[in-house]
């Protein structure tokens, strides 16, 4: 009895190591005396006991393999980069993928540093961050070509981080600040050319229109003196008489004016008949002889004075 249940026991083992299962997205590798039988995918599967062996369980899912880089640009900026790269195993390959690479992630490494360092080193750091997807499909390229003959295939490559040294990192940040400084300061000169334009063309049509002003003024002083004088004629006043009149009339009126503003100036004049006449005759010789002598200068031979060289 106890022989009997022993074969049964090694029966019952030997039933259940026949079969085996496969996960979904997964591939069983299976090896017959040591040598490659067949790939089973994801089920229930029969095998020989003992005799045939599952040598490896492969991942048929999308993975991502991180790289990072060190390396140099065109303008000897030192940068690393990280290069994520996405692959999968072809399905209908899963024997090449297992038996022809000892260490894939490696290879792919090793790829991926090729490339970059053959690529980047022809940038400068602007570009670098411009045309990384040149990059990143200068890797992809290259890796599907080399790999798809392993049973991998390239799903995408990305270059996900670039990173600068410090130091240029410093250097960026403050050749950006002093270029928009430039541009601000640039808006701001502009802005205040605009205003001092805005102001000389306000202040000359203040002028203008102040000229107006006056002329009108005195047009209107000179229409009204001369009623005034057509008036006093009517009465039979004299023109000399109507003018003294007049002017004794403004004089008032000029002293009225001074009388109302506490800050006015006023030059008087000595009380006699010919105080004005004799002040403006004083003014004119005063300009004539000022006349005569720069005549006087300007006629002496000199270095200022090229016509008497």
């Known amino acids: 009895m106890i022989f009997i249940w022993v074969i049964i026991f090694f029966g019952l083992i030997t039933l259940l190591a026949s079969f085996f299962t ?13 040598k490659f039988l067949t790939v089973r995918h994801a089920g229930l599967h029969l095998k020989i006991p003992f005799i045939d062996q599952i040598t490896k369980r492969m991942n048929l899912r999308i993975q991502q393999l991180d790289v990072i880089i060190d390396t140099k640009t065109l303008d000897n900026v030192f940068i690393k980069m990280k ?4 692959y999968q195993v072809i399905r209908t390959q899963v024997g090449d993928a297992y038996y022809r690479l000892e260490n894939p992630e490696a290879q792919i490494t ?11 080193p022809k940038m400068k750091l602007d570009d670098v961050f411009v045309k990384k997807d040149d990059i990143a499909v200068a890797v992809k390229g290259e890796l599907q070509e080399a790999m798809n003959s392993y049973g991998y295939d390239i799903i995408k490559a990305l270059v996900t ?12 940040n403050r050749i950006n600040a002093a270029e928009r400084e430039k541009t601000a300061a640039e808006y701001e000169s502009e802005a205040q050319r605009i205003r001092i334009v805005a102001v000389a063309k306000a202040e000359a049509e203040s002028k203008k229109l102040q000229g107006q002003g006056i002329a009108d003024q005195r047009r209107e002083i000179a229409k009204g003196l001369e009623e005034s004088v057509k008036m006093l004629n009517s009465v039979q006043i004299e023109a000399h008489e109507a003018s003294a009149l007049i002017v004794v009339t403004q004089h008032y009126d000029t002293l009225q004016s001074i009388g109302a503003n506490n800050r006015s100036n006023l030059v008087l004049l000595p009380n006699t008949p010919t ?7 004083d ?3 005063a300009m004539a002889v000022s006349k ?5 200068d300007t006629s002496k031979p000199n270095k200022q004075n090229p016509k008497f060289l």
């Open 110 to 120: 090793s790829f991926v540093f090729d490339v970059v360092r053959a690529e980047v």
């Open 83 to 86: 290069v994520s790269v996405q």
């Open 161 to 172: 981080d670039i990173d600068p040294d410090e130091q240029v990192k410093h250097a960026m």
């Open 22 to 34: 496969v996960k979904q997205e997964s591939a069983a590798i299976v090896e017959r005396l040591g």
């Open 275 to 281: 105080a004005a006449s004799t002040m403006l005759n």
């Open 292 to 296: 005569k002598i720069d005549d006087v």
């Open 283 to 285: 003014l004119v010789a």
